[in-house]
């Protein structure tokens, strides 16, 4: 089955500097990845997608990148602010209705 | 739209009973639901794919027998804790899909904690 890597398990940044946050995956078939944001004892709630046709995608202070040769996918997130703090998960999928396979997760942390 | 709702919110039993929850898309058709298990700091673990009126696929490593799982109706799943002991103690999710999108995106439920005493 996919394997998803997420690096790194936990980052702090100063407010207003930038946070990336990288994943791998191990399924040349996996073309969908999503990336969740998860404070705590809530449920997921989808930030930023992006289909294996597309390099890049932003919104906002948002954007995803793919290399699909390298089977891996970042998050970037601009100007960060406190209430960007929270967990964030990737994730690979093979598509519609199929499963979703989680990162490790992320720990971020903007100190104000 | 695309809300899906989990009850019980939280639950704590004895070592032995069994544990119902109950994953519900509100406002959507989900053909397809998704449980999944957090322990705390770490990852969501996909436990099993449920397609309405057809049996669950489970992951590698998740027992069936004790893990039950029904998606009688578009609208609900159910995941039944058997026997639950307490290494079940966890955080469970359910996702959903809506049936008539070609979205590949899950919603999810609020999630269960349940405490197993």
């Known amino acids: 089955g996919e394997n998803v890597e997420q690096h790194p398990s936990t980052l702090s940044v100063q407010e207003g500097d930038s946070a990336v946050i990288k994943c791998t995956y191990s399924?040349?078939?996996?073309?969908?990845f999503p990336w969740y944001k998860q404070e705590l004892g809530k449920r997921p709630q989808l930030i930023i997608d992006?289909?294996?046709?597309?390099g890049e995608k932003k919104d906002q202070r948002i954007a995803v990148t793919l290399n699909k040769t390298a089977k891996h996918f970042s998050l970037h997130i601009t100007e960060t602010q406190p209430e960007d703090s929270a967990v964030y998960f990737c994730?690979?999928?093979?598509?519609?209705?199929?499963?979703?396979?989680f990162g490790t997760g992320t720990s971020l942390t903007v100190i104000p | 739209g695309a809300v899906v709702s989990q009850h019980p919110s939280w639950v704590i039993c004895k070592s032995g009973t069994s544990v119902k929850i109950e994953c519900r898309s509100l406002?959507?058709?989900?053909?397809?639901m998704f449980w999944y298990r957090q322990f705390p700091k770490q990852s969501l673990m996909l436990m099993a794919t449920?397609?309405?009126?057809?049996?669950?696929?489970?992951e590698q490593g998740v027992e069936k027998d004790k893990f039950l799982i029904n998606h009688a109706s578009l609208t609900l799943s159910t995941l039944t804790v058997t026997s639950a002991h307490p290494e079940d103690s966890s955080f469970y999710i359910c996702?959903?899909?809506?049936?008539?999108?070609?979205?590949?995106?899950?919603?999810f439920g609020p999630g269960t904690r349940l405490t197993v005493l």
């Open positions: 399924d040349s078939a996996s073309n969908y």
């Open positions: 406002d959507f058709q989900a053909t397809t």
């Open positions: 996702s959903a899909r809506d049936g008539t999108r070609l979205s590949n995106e899950q919603f």
């Open positions: 994730a690979a999928s093979m598509g519609t209705g199929n499963q979703f396979y």
């Open positions: 449920s397609n309405e009126g057809s049996k669950a696929t489970y």
């Open positions: 992006i289909r294996s046709n597309v």
